[in-house]
């Protein structure tokens, strides 16, 4: 029944050495090794559930959770992992608490991690913040280890900043392998990242950044598709550029959706703020100047509503490969007759695809327990064979 | 020291083969049988904790608890069951996450569930939407199990809701099954269930109705006893009259607590809002008409006032069965002089039952534990054998 | 690898069998022998643990949190303690549920223990509360013990009250044995517990009581230093002269900040409100007088200003044993230039002595765990020769 040979004779392949004792912060600072490694981990945990055979290898330890932002799927996923792989999780509330940038984070970050094996970090709501936030974490709490404050080094798992999303779309990426019955079958595969239309305002950049940042390394055909004025960092656009010369696929922009659908084999339309915007915005809270912040937002929303012919409807459906090309979303999507009035997307669309959106959706807590794990093992394989040995039940019988 | 066979060979004699992968949400959709077999379950891990035998069936997993409603004894009671068994809590807190009716059930429903072996919910306070929320919470990861979505269907326990709260009354019987010696005793017993003046408003209605509902399954003779205008459910009525006929018990309905108190072997003072009124709330609410809701709930303040001879007074108490009725109440009580000017109970009732109140309210943590037990686990005789050869403490010695 | 002998070898020579079952409130009604007892105890754990040897003692149970205070460091400490020995922590949380002093108490102290092993409770606001409230719940709950309501007495452990902080006190000089090389080379040594000015108000006394109460037991020369009317409880002093007199030490006091760090091999600078003020505002609360007490805060904020050269600063730093006594702080600490203006210590002290205090706070979730097992464990000395026997790791591989 259990065949975990199959994912470690996968592992044997791959050089993830680096990942040992190190964060998961970008995915573009990874090999393709590595992310291979990170999507076969994931695999083997998924199946050892499965399977019912117990992947705990912590008897005791923390999971430290830190939440610039309120997050119903993503807690519920950074729990899941840290349970599956038996860390207890301890949210560092910054309501209960209080923590700031500056000499205080050094302070906090050692102070909550004399017992944490990983510290899942969300803080992705202002431009040149979150990602600066968490390297700072992860240099200190370097620091405290070398310093023998801190007996270990907790892992660092970026669970969203201002530039990626890598559980989002690593989760994402590893449903389309499986989907698709191979990574190596992503090649040549036409994936649209686009700009749909939303009622509401803001929403982060990491998810297309992220996409484009990752789906590059495969050799697929990626297009970024948005109106004029909702660009995304110039810096991600260039790691993907970059990416797509190395893999053998390409990054191609365009402001027409109709372009980007053509032929698809897989959409992914989503609502973002541009990043000029966000950018300005920060700069507005930075200052508290919330009339300001209004003005913007509201700016924003007529913005927004000169797109509103962004949306994916049954006809521009009809444009991609086969008329049926797979529809991706992070969730929740702004359902147009259903959360709203006129959203990213059509009722009947969403609902034809609920249940593969549902199984993307699945993958997360497993990309995150495998970003653990492969952080905190160093032979993982080892680990596989030793825990099929050790066969302990997860649900005792 | 530790005789598990007293419960294994009671769980021989009944049939509950259908509580496998099942939801408890009321107890009139349960058999009998299956009553008993969450008592007997109940009473055998207690025994087990008692003697130090750890029942941790699961190695890791979660018990996600979505309460709509403040609460600290449910709250710790669900924890307390789901550690006991080997599940990590995990809250959905309304206030972090944003979750509401209709289509975002089902997302929310599935999007928590990954990794969740149990849900615990509570959703009281509005006439006709708990229970509802409860069974589609239900369908939609029935269904998310049978799609893929879902490794597992979690098993969803009602902590509360508008209709009953079964592991309050599940928790208030076994309590009497062990102070008087054997479910077959309560054979003949009469309990009385009665309206009690409270200076606060709108108290839920699933007490009383869960144990005429309840209570009436053993033979009893439940009497439900209120002032004119506090009617409960009239479905929930008919549920109590079609019970006892069967059971051979009667349900009996009195505009009088003396007479309810006359003879009674068990008393249960309780306050709580009249149904009609409660209805009238959920649609004042559902319209958003704060002013009428103020009004509302001052006219009902006004109503009960009237009714401040519906007191558990000492007088009261010597009308019962020799003047020594066990006295019953969920918690926290409304004590006259203690907790307020004037309430439901005479402070020095329930002085005098505090011990037994408090055991009342030890059972619940038990009852959960074994609701969730039985929904996961087909065969608990063969697992309870199976622990005690596991050998395994749960305090290290 | 792994020395266990070293330390059940010292417990061998310590009388502490009265900590069995029982609290953790006052330093100062513990023995020495006891004292010793939880530095061994957490000197032991924390080399387990360091040797990656699980000292998972329970496979289920609870540990209770109920902070009537925001706190990070406490918070994460208690909740580490409790993980370390495979307890699952629970807040009571004021917000989520609703607990008030006088009959309240006992009733949620019963509610909340029924599977409870530990209650940490921090309640350190107002004067003549917080250590009341303590014994109030304690003797609550031993009563439910011995009524047959509670299977177990939850022990009590204190996380800071209006008299005494144990668990950071005992971190700190276990941070102190260690840097000295053991308890017996304590003896002699000079601590300057002084008043340092913050430009914030209102610091608990707990710590400069605790510390006076609780070095005084080492024959240290303890010296108190403040400016005139930041006086600490009287009480506390008297507990503090005592102690000197028993165990060889000295306890004086001082309005020279310069004369207690004349000389001194340890200094803790700290600010905190004078008793009196806390009582008068602790009564300012009781009568719900907002005017009064803003009116107070800001007398006192005046106050504070008039000892602003209270500075932990470089020159007088050049004022201890060899100009480089020991700093301790229990952190937060106002910080000069760096977290305010003016505080209690210059930026480059504090810089220079980082390490030394992050590892001071690193030893509270080991007193923690050592308070917690004392409590629960009858025979440490066989335990950890049980678990060496085990053989199980904490992280498995």
Redesign the interface.
Known sequence: MININKFTEKLDKLNFQNMYNNDFILTWEKTRDELDAVFTVADALRHL??ENV?????????GISLFRD????T???F??AC????L???D?DEG????AHG??VR??A???S??A?VVGIRDDMYIGKGNKYMRNFSDYVKQ?NE?????QKPALVNLQCDIDHPTQTMADTLHLINHFGGVENLKGKKVAMTWAYSPSYGKPLSVPQGIIGLMTRFGMDVVLAHPEGYEVMSDVEKVAAKNAAESGGTFTKTNSMEEAFKGADIVYPKSWAPFVAMEKRTNLYGNGDTEGIAKLENELLEHNKQHMDWQCTEEMMKLTKDEKALYLHC??AD?TG??CDVGEVDGSVFDRYR?PL??Q??YK?YIIASMILLS??KNPQE?FH??IK?N??????
């Open positions: 559930r499965e117990s992947t705990r290898i912590f008897d005791s330890g923390l309120n997050s119903t799927r807690r519920f996923s729990t899941s349970n599956l792989l038996g207890e999780v301890q560092l209960k608490s209080q923590i000499e205080t302070e906090t050692n102070m909550i004399f017992m094996d405290g310093d023998g404050i801190l007996e969730l929740p359902i259903v959360s249940i549902y199984k959706a699945s807590p905190k093992v680990l030793a825990l050790r302990l039940n997860r649900k005792f019988r």
